[in-house]
């Protein structure tokens, strides 16, 4: 038996920023999807008040919820999802001073940020909690409680987003219908804050603070955070490297022949960033990958940028970028690489590049900075940065050999076909010289493009060769369909190997 309480999007739309104020730093707001379980949680608060202020319940129904564990969120995928960015503009305060403005005597001006209008496909919004009340009197008490709140509840997030919200109980999946499901847990794609006992405490201080006419800002109530994973194919498909893939976007587009530079400039900020989290950079081999003289077989993290690629007319800019923290990293060390991503304002390298940059949260333009482009599951794939060889070989590498660069890499599926080539095989995949392949002073070895064939579907990153842990052997997920090189028909127990340097 579930507790699930549906909100209905009455305009199509919610307009909700997030909960770290980051508007103030000037950064344009991504907007929050899906509504965070405290938003709501502040919702049914500000319905009918606490203590005193309270009109028709006693609060012991807030009080029993924020104790209950994370709620599973039923709601639109982010592909699914659009978003509007409202530019900010300047309005008169409604105070006199001295002066005027726009034409008004005795009057000043405020910049106002609207922030970003998020609009699903399907305007529902379910949290469901494992438990509901007792069926006692007091779990009655509590269950009515509820229903009263909700039912005071006019908007979420901003007032121009009007709700309808509405407590169930029971079974609920006629509540969640066909609503793919947004599951908390340790790692995730989004952050939300989440209810904790204290949560209303907590607001009731700083709600008295702002009587007493104090400043107070919604990012300094204490928070409790947890990632929610999206909806989507399971991250367990067989044979896929796993791990956890954690993308930023670049406000500047940088030029497709610098990724080298930009994965070391990431790797390089991220490394920074984390000995101040840390207070030093003991225990981050799986960043560096620096480990102890003789280990063989540790997993490393690979620092990628994200060209645009794979596409018609596509051309080959960078537009984000991204650090892939292999499976079984620890929980803590994932969060902290997300803290200090989030620390990183400004990615440069001195005489090649500078742009600014911003934690992936949801946006879905440009395609190419988004961990969907690069995750999805597939047969196909095709390099979007040259492969660089584990080994010397004689010619091309044969299937044999690049399977076993991909165990390095942790994909386990059965490779059935490859083709090989000295130029790109897609447009927008980058044509390297071979000093932009090597950092200096590094042993140079063979390289090429590829496009790749498995037996059964594949779920990515799949970064392959030995520079994989600095952006080269990126590959990109292609539309399964019948290929000129590589027929589908090939059984898998025969595999097949296509050289030459046609293009894609």
């Known amino acids: 038996m579930s507790l699930a309480i549906e909100v209905e999007l009455l305009h199509g739309f919610i307009r909700a920023g997030s909960p770290d104020d980051t508007a103030l730093s000037g950064l344009e707001s991504p907007g929050e999807w899906p509504p965070s379980p405290a938003r709501l949680f502040a919702a049914l608060v500000a319905a009918d008040g606490t203590r005193e202020r309270a009109r028709v319940t006693d609060g012991a129904e807030l009080m029993w919820l924020e104790e209950r564990k994370p709620p599973r969120i039923y709601a639109c995928e982010p592909e699914h999802v659009a978003k509007t960015h409202l530019p900010s503009r300047m309005v008169v305060v409604d105070r006199t001073q001295k002066g005027g403005v726009f034409g008004y005597p005795a009057r000043t001006n405020s910049e106002v940020r609207p922030g970003t209008k998020v609009s699903p496909r399907v305007p529902r919004v379910v949290y469901v909690w494992e438990e509901e009340p007792e069926r006692d009197d007091v779990g009655r008490k509590i269950l009515h409680g509820l229903r009263l709140r909700a039912a005071r509840v006019g908007y979420l997030g901003c007032a121009d987003s009007p709700v309808k919200v509405r407590v169930h109980e029971g079974e609920v999946d006629s509540v969640v219908d066909s609503l793919p499901c947004w599951q908390p847990g340790d790692i995730g794609d989004v952050i939300l804050p989440v209810p904790y006992k204290g949560f209303l405490r907590a607001l009731d201080e700083w709600f008295d603070a702002f009587t007493r006419g104090e400043q107070v800002r919604r990012a ?48 390089d900020a991220v490394l920074e960033r984390l000995a101040e989290i840390r207070g030093s950079d003991e225990g981050l081999e799986v960043i560096h990958g620096h480990f102890p003289e003789g280990s063989r077989g540790y997993p490393q993290a690979s620092f990628t940028a994200l060209p645009h690629a794979g596409f018609r007319h596509a051309s080959g800019l960078i537009y984000g970028a991204a650090v892939h923290l292999p499976e079984g990293t620890s929980p803590e060390l994932v969060e902290q690489v997300r803290e200090a991503l989030f620390r990183i304002r400004e990615l440069s390298k001195p005489k090649w590049f500078s742009t600014r940059m911003s934690p992936w949260a949801g946006e879905q333009r440009p395609y190419s900075a988004t961990p969907h482009r690069w995750t999805r599951a597939s047969r196909q794939w095709v390099s979007v940065t040259p492969v660089v ?116």
């Open 389 to 504: 060889y584990e080994r010397w070989t004689k010619g091309w590498p044969k299937i044999a050999d690049v399977q076993e660069w991909l165990g390095y890499a942790g994909v386990r599926a059965r490779l059935v076909a490859i083709e090989h080539s000295r130029i790109p095989l897609v447009e927008g995949a980058a044509d390297l010289h071979p000093s932009l392949v090597f950092r200096p002073r590094k042993e140079r070895r063979q390289y090429s493009h590829m496009r790749l064939v498995f037996a059964t579907p594949v779920e990515g990153p799949v970064l392959v060769g030995r520079g994989r842990h600095l952006g080269m052997g990126l590959f990109a997920p292609v539309v399964d369909r019948p290929d000129r090189a590589v027929k589908p028909e090939v059984e898998p127990a025969e595999s097949t190997e296509v050289e030459g340097g046609r293009r894609g």
């Open 220 to 267: 300094w109530v204490p928070s409790r955070k947890i990632a929610y994973a999206a909806p989507g194919p399971p991250s367990s498909v067989a044979g896929s490297p796993g791990g956890t893939f954690l993308v930023v976007r670049f406000e500047c587009p940088v030029a497709g022949h610098k990724a080298l530079a930009v994965a070391e400039a990431l790797r």
